[in-house]
């Protein structure tokens, strides 16, 4: 997993809660990602930030947050307004070269009961 | 937008075979692919990357191989073993350090 922790591994809440997943990386990578998987799908870009106090929306912000206060930590909030929250949830990280490898973390499953 | 596409979702191999992997992408700026690996329940793995300046690049067991004419690219594993059996994704970025855009992957499944 290069660096990354995601935690928890796995997180149930109640429909109508905001949720906060935490991603760690201690790589000194300063961009960093969010993924949305669905079962047997392929990955969709939530969020990014390429610095501190900075950060972008991807193909599916709605109904999302994120933080930037530190370079090490990019937690990402889901919001109640999230119509369908319950999926794999990937947080990756990578220097600011266009070339260097994007790493990912081992995944947080959030089930919204 | 443009994207990463596969021709295969899903390959069978009888393990000892070689494995091929097919990924079509579209954007002809994209200057820089990487091949993910993902077991279930798993973050993706990195496996092998290739940059456009190049055509083939070889790892352990692994293969990659563009072909720009026709926006192509491949990853090829010799001698497929049962561990090898995971979900894969190739991925392209555009010149700009914008974000990786994947394909919808390629379940290889081996067969003992």
């Known amino acids: 997993d290069g660096g990354i922790t995601q935690s928890p591994k796995y997180l149930f809440r109640k429909e109508g809660q905001n949720v906060t997943l935490s991603c760690e990386q201690n790589l000194n990578h300063d961009a960093m990602y969010w993924y949305r998987q669905d079962p047997g799908q392929g990955l969709r870009l939530i969020y990014y930030s390429q610095i501190v106090n900075d950060f972008q929306k991807g193909d599916i912000a709605e109904g999302y947050s994120v933080s930037r206060e530190k370079k090490e930590s990019f937690p990402l909030t889901v919001t109640s307004a999230q119509k369908n929250p319950t999926a794999f949830y990937l947080c990756?990280?990578?220097?600011?070269?266009?070339?260097?490898?994007?790493?990912f973390g081992p995944g947080t499953r959030l089930t919204v009961l | 937008g443009e994207s990463v596409g596969l021709h295969l979702p899903t390959l069978s191999v009888q393990e000892g075979d070689n494995s091929i992997i097919n990924c079509a992408y579209s954007n002809s700026a994209s200057d820089y692919f990487i091949w993910y690996k993902q077991e279930s329940g798993k973050g993706p793995q990195f496996i092998i990357d290739i940059r456009s300046n190049m055509d083939k690049r070889q790892g352990q067991r692994v293969t990659v191989l563009l072909n720009k004419t026709v926006k192509h690219l491949s990853l090829q594993i010799a001698a497929t073993q049962p561990g090898d059996s995971a979900v894969y994704f190739c991925a392209e970025r555009v010149p700009g350090n914008t974000p990786l855009v994947f394909g919808k992957g390629t379940r290889l499944s081996v067969i003992a």
């Open positions: 990756a990280s990578k220097t600011q070269s266009s070339t260097d490898t994007q790493y």
